[in-house]
């Protein structure tokens, strides 16, 4: 399985991204999926997860403002990011089970 993510770049404060994560390969739809970040200095964080049946999960800082879906017949998870904010830069991987893709930069400029 390889998973090409897309959709990062430079926002500003209070502004919006998706980011998109396609997968190719071997898939399995039951698979939970998500999103991941990493800013400069810190350790991975888990930003938002999605299982097959629907089911979310979402950090804290993200909750109102992040959201996530999946969609099965075109092997892609999206991040919807609103009312972004400086703490919110990082490289954002996406997963699928175990499978991490290669991460996108988002930078929120103040």
């Known amino acids: 399985v390889q998973l090409q993510a897309s959709g990062g770049g430079l926002v500003q404060v209070g502004g919006?991204?998706?980011l998109s994560c396609t997968a190719s390969g071997s898939i399995f739809s039951g698979d939970v999926r998500g999103w991941y970040r990493q800013a400069p200095g810190k350790q991975h964080e888990l930003v938002a997860l999605m299982g097959s049946d629907g089911s979310t999960n979402y950090l804290d800082?993200?909750?109102?403002?992040?959201?996530?879906?999946?969609?099965?017949?075109k092997n892609t998870v999206y991040l919807q990011?609103?009312?972004?904010?400086?703490?919110?830069?990082?490289?954002?991987?996406?997963?699928?089970?175990?499978?991490?893709?290669?991460?996108?930069?988002?930078?929120?400029?103040?």
């Open 16 to 18: 919006s991204l998706r």
């Open 61 to 73: 800082s993200v909750k109102g403002r992040f959201t996530i879906s999946r969609d099965n017949a």
């Open 81 to 110: 990011m609103n009312s972004l904010k400086p703490e919110d830069t990082a490289v954002y991987y996406c997963v699928f089970g175990r499978t991490w893709g290669q991460g996108t930069q988002v930078t929120v400029s103040s």
